[in-house]
């Protein structure tokens, strides 16, 4: 990036903020990039990370620039009833710490997908393994997309720029560091995040016409608090959509999403990982409030004091024109640090995780079995690395994309593209009867839900002959089609043989959570 380009638009010590945060990030990495000897310690941090680290970390995960740019859009443009959904990880932590983590904790494995194919035979770990890659790599090419919308306003430098010079530094100090750089760093980032987030909302109030009261009257009376309708109505975003939608999205996620199971394995003990999920739901769901809030505020504040260039910008660049427009010198690189921060805790774990599945339910089971674990551990870095460019290249297309918001977007990828990968795991875990046979017969019926609304989207079939539900449905529609139909063929061919697990001695005592 041309120095001159950057200099016209952040002052000096802005520049040095940013800068000191990438120097930091990048010594993390060199730091913990040479204590991995092998995929134990690239993949799991030897399992020997203390809970409330992973417990930040998964914090930082979830939060990403979807929470720090995407929540106070979502908030701007419509209300509160995306936060619903957030609200119901509730549920789905509660599940993980009864359920969820003495199971993984209880087996020898890296992934949650090695779990399946002693349960539900090689096909259902091959199936969730690669559709889970897929569905990472949409995920953090979204969340990619975000932060350059921000660095490109901030900087103003061309958003293609920001994505693929941005891309590459997540990229390098990823593929370097394993598991331990990603939780570590996002530990620090979290810090981060909080910190920026906090400054925006005491300049908003500071700045408010009629202050903090007033901004929050307004918004108040022009109902930008609204949960959505309480009306029964599965073609809208109403309250209910969005609770049963997010229920069930936060159960599948805790149980079949390796960036969390991941974390679950590297922490040192049961009680740690428990720890770890406590600290997350916590922390998370005052998080999410706060970015609302937020996004609310900036709403009531332009309201108040109307600005004729809002009009021509899309949600997510709303919180960079208050940034560049209103905090103070040094400020400015505090907050887009925290920007950096909360992308980058969530794409080095969606890069690792790909990594992870990658090297060990394809390349290990299926490819390379021979292979040394050197060579394996040269493999999870090239798979970074490929993951990282794929990233990248989804990040540009979606730059060309036009949609209401970001939350809205990657609510629809997660719902056409997110495969039955849940309702899978929960058979797995929850119905023992179902096997290998059931399950691969009802696959196909619960794809071709998916398939159908996809192809009716995309005008490939006449509008009458969508499934009369929000596209928000469809994930669950598909995954509850799965459950019910191979539960159903379960009874006409069961489960044969019994399919113990190799529970671990450290964890032996949970054996009877299997």
């Not at 010594?27 to 204590?35: E, H, I, L, Q, S």
């Not at 159908?452 to 449905?473: C, E, F, R």
Request: proline letters at 5%; charged letters at 10%; glycine letters at 8%.
């Amino acid at each position: 990036m041309p120095p001159p380009l950057l200099a016209a638009t952040l002052p000096a010590i802005d520049l040095v903020v940013i800068g000191a945060y990438f120097l930091a990030t990048a010594a993390f990495a060199v730091w913990f990039g040479r204590r991995n000897a092998d995929t134990e310690g690239y993949f799991l941090g030897g399992r020997n990370v203390p809970g409330w680290a992973v417990g930040l970390s998964l914090i930082g995960t979830s939060i990403s620039s979807i929470s720090f740019i995407a929540l106070p859009a979502a908030a701007f443009a419509l209300d509160w009833r995306l936060l619903v959904a957030n609200y119901a990880v509730i549920i789905g932590m509660l599940v993980a710490v009864f359920v969820f983590v003495p199971l993984f904790r209880a087996l020898p494995y890296t992934t949650a997908y090695e779990f399946l194919e002693a349960r539900l035979g090689r096909f259902s770990r091959l199936y969730c393994a690669l559709t889970v890659m897929l569905f990472q790599l949409l995920r953090i090419g979204t969340v990619l997309f975000l932060v350059s919308v921000t660095i490109s306003v901030l900087l103003d430098v061309p958003i293609v720029w920001v994505i693929v010079l941005g891309g590459l530094f997540i990229l390098l100090y990823t593929v370097f560091g394993g598991i331990e750089v990603v939780i570590w760093t996002d530990v620090v980032q979290t810090f981060v995040l909080w910190g920026g987030a906090i400054v925006i909302f005491g300049y908003i109030a500071f700045e408010m016409p009629d202050g903090l009261g007033g901004g929050l009257s307004r918004a108040w009376h022009a109902d930008k608090f609204s949960v959505g309708s309480f009306g029964w109505n599965l073609q809208e975003r109403t309250f209910w959509t969005l609770l049963f939608v997010g229920t069930f999205d936060a159960i599948a996620n805790n149980c079949s999403n390796q960036t969390v199971v991941q974390r679950y394995i590297a922490a040192s003990s049961k009680r740690e990982a428990q720890k770890a999920v406590w600290i997350s739901l916590l922390l998370s769901i005052p998080t999410w409030t706060f970015f609302y809030l937020v996004g609310t505020l900036l709403w009531s504040f332009y309201n108040a004091l109307p600005d004729p260039g809002l009009a021509a910008m899309t949600p997510e660049e709303i919180v960079p024109h208050f940034t560049l427009h209103y905090l103070p010198v040094g400020v400015t690189g505090l907050i887009v640090a925290a920007i950096i921060a909360a992308s980058m805790s969530s794409l080095d774990s969606s890069i690792n995780a790909v990594s992870t599945i990658g090297t060990t339910d394809v390349l290990r089971r299926y490819l390379t079995p021979g292979a040394t674990e050197k060579q394996f551990l040269l493999y999870a870095k090239l798979l970074s690395a490929a993951a990282g460019a794929a990233m990248i290249g989804i990040a540009l297309v979606i730059a060309t994309l036009e949609m209401e918001s970001v939350v809205d977007l990657t609510r629809r990828i997660a719902s056409i593209f997110g495969g039955v990968v849940g309702g899978i795991f929960l058979l797995a875990i929850f119905v023992p009867r179902v096997g290998p046979k059931a399950l691969l017969l009802a696959l196909p019926i619960a794809v071709g839900v998916k398939v159908w609304y996809g192809v009716v989207l995309a005008g490939w079939l006449p509008a009458s002959w969508q499934i009369p539900v929000h596209t928000y449905w469809v994930g669950v529609v598909s995954n509850v089609t799965l459950m019910v139909v191979a539960y159903a063929l379960s009874f006409i061919w069961p489960r044969s043989g019994s399919r113990e697990l190799p529970v671990e001695e450290r964890d032996a005592d949970d054996a009877a959570a299997l």
